[in-house]
């Protein structure tokens, strides 16, 4: 488990622009694969909405009139007075919010080619069953705070994911991918491939079936350089090797085994030598002084 954990970790990381170039990347046409680890993970998303505050004002009154009627012979007059009172109360309702937090299950499949490692994943959303939903829209039309936990839990109740493959350690498959939401897998001829998503890959040092060089074989290959340690009286002249300059002298030289031209300049005298380098250490003295 702690080698299938490593091998998500590095798949991870972000490659750099130069292990792009350098990583080998499957055609259209497939290449043969085998899956070596998988593993799985939560991604929580919220979905956050807002509910204004709401403000009702309600207002009660009431009028009260009383009237005198007065008549004289064929002549009258009439008077009255009137009394209104007016009570209001307002009710204020302050803003909420809704969270619902959903999760998302991100199952990653690495399969191994004889070139590279590839990183494959498939998203599987929670689909709610229908009294959830209705919960859910109950709680945003009384305006009331939904909270989901932090973690889902292992064996979610009240719905289902969607589906997503399954696949076995060792199974073997051809993969091919057409772009970064396009990866098939294949498993038999003519039967249905499977479709992925391409998350990224990692090359391989050397084919799983090319085996290590010998250290024989090594040695062989390995250039012989020796230790060539040049001075000069007087000292303080410029080392040239090849035509190159080396620095001044006494200076060490790390120099391939071979033929080499040194030369010595100082004070306007130059001394030169073609010299044959072989494996180990070599003093060369160039004496300028004047005689």
């Known amino acids: 488990m702690l080698r299938r954990a490593t091998l998500i970790c590095l798949l991870l990381i972000p490659l750099s622009h130069a292990a792009a170039q350098a990583q080998g990347q499957p055609n259209k046409e497939g290449v043969p694969v085998e899956v070596v680890a998988t593993a799985s993970e939560y991604i929580p998303r919220s979905t956050t909405v807002s509910h204004p505050g709401h403000s009702y004002t309600n207002c009660l009154g ?5 009237g005198r009627f007065n008549s ?3 002549s009258g007059s009439v008077s009255g007075t009137a009394e209104t009172n007016t009570n209001c109360t307002t009710t204020f309702s302050p803003p909420t919010e809704t969270t619902l937090t959903t999760y998302r299950r991100v199952n990653y499949t690495i399969a191994e080619g004889e070139q ?3 990183l494959l994943s498939c998203t599987q959303t929670w689909k709610p069953s229908g009294k959830q939903r209705a919960l859910g829209a109950l709680v945003g039309a009384l305006g009331g705070v939904a909270r989901a936990p932090t973690a889902p839990p292992a064996a979610p109740a009240g ?3 969607s589906e997503c493959p399954a696949f076995g350690i060792g199974t073997k498959y051809t993969l091919t991918v057409n772009n ?4 098939r897998l294949e498993g038999t001829p003519g039967g249905k491939p499977i479709k992925l998503d391409y998350v990224s890959s990692v090359a391989l040092h050397a084919p799983r079936n090319q085996s290590a060089p010998t250290p024989q074989a090594q040695a062989v290959s390995t250039p012989q350089v020796a230790k060539v340690y040049i001075t000069s009286s007087p000292s303080g002249g410029e080392i040239y090797i090849d035509g190159k300059f080396s620095g001044n002298t006494p200076s060490d030289v790390a120099l391939a085994a071979g033929e080499h031209i040194v030369k010595i300049t100082i004070g306007g005298k130059e001394w030169s030598r073609s010299v044959q380098i072989t494996a180990g250490e070599i003093r060369i003295h160039a004496d300028m002084a004047e005689k």
């Open 62 to 66: 009431s009028t009260s009139y009383l």
């Open 72 to 74: 004289y012979g064929d």
């Open 116 to 118: 590279a490692l590839y």
């Open 159 to 161: 719905g289902t994911w």
């Open 180 to 183: 970064t939401s396009d990866a």
